[in-house]
């Protein structure tokens, strides 16, 4: 099993980013918590600030496929046509994933381009919503 995690832009910056949103752990807190899970999985992690180098990642599922995605793209959640193009161009299956609960923030983050292509949608639960995501790409998607 190859799971490919993007986090995009500002993601970089979690651990000193507006903390009682986003809490004080980083982005090498959430590979680190997830290789200590053991799953049988190949985790692919990649964190860009760029549109292009995102849209570039996503395109080498053509050449290296990837079983699902786990994509969490910051603000480009609700900008992004190009990284919504790029995904339908490879047809990837993936999980859309939100540290903050975005629906309980400002309204432009209520406007997702990726909740309508992704298997399913998780926010609001931390780093938790990507275990989430990768035990139910464990069970199967179908699976309880």
């Not at 629906?103 to 399913?120: L, T, V, W």
């Amino acid at each position: 099993m190859k799971i490919l995690i993007i986090n995009g832009v500002n993601l970089n910056m979690l651990g000193s980013r507006e903390v009682k949103l986003y809490g004080k752990q980083t982005l090498d807190d959430l590979k680190d918590r997830l290789l200590s899970r053991e799953y049988n999985v190949d985790f692919d992690f990649y964190q860009s600030n760029s549109e292009k180098d995102i849209v570039e990642k996503i395109h080498t599922h053509k050449l290296e496929p990837y079983d699902y995605g786990i994509f969490n793209f910051g603000a480009h959640t609700h900008t992004s046509i190009a990284i919504r193009d790029a995904i339908l161009s490879v047809q990837i299956k993936f999980f859309e994933v939100h540290i903050s609960n975005v629906y309980a923030r400002e309204d432009f983050r209520h406007k997702s381009y990726f909740n309508d292509i992704a298997i399913g949608s998780i926010v609001g639960f931390g780093f938790d919503g990507y275990e989430f995501a990768v035990e139910k790409i464990m069970r199967g998607i179908n699976g309880s």
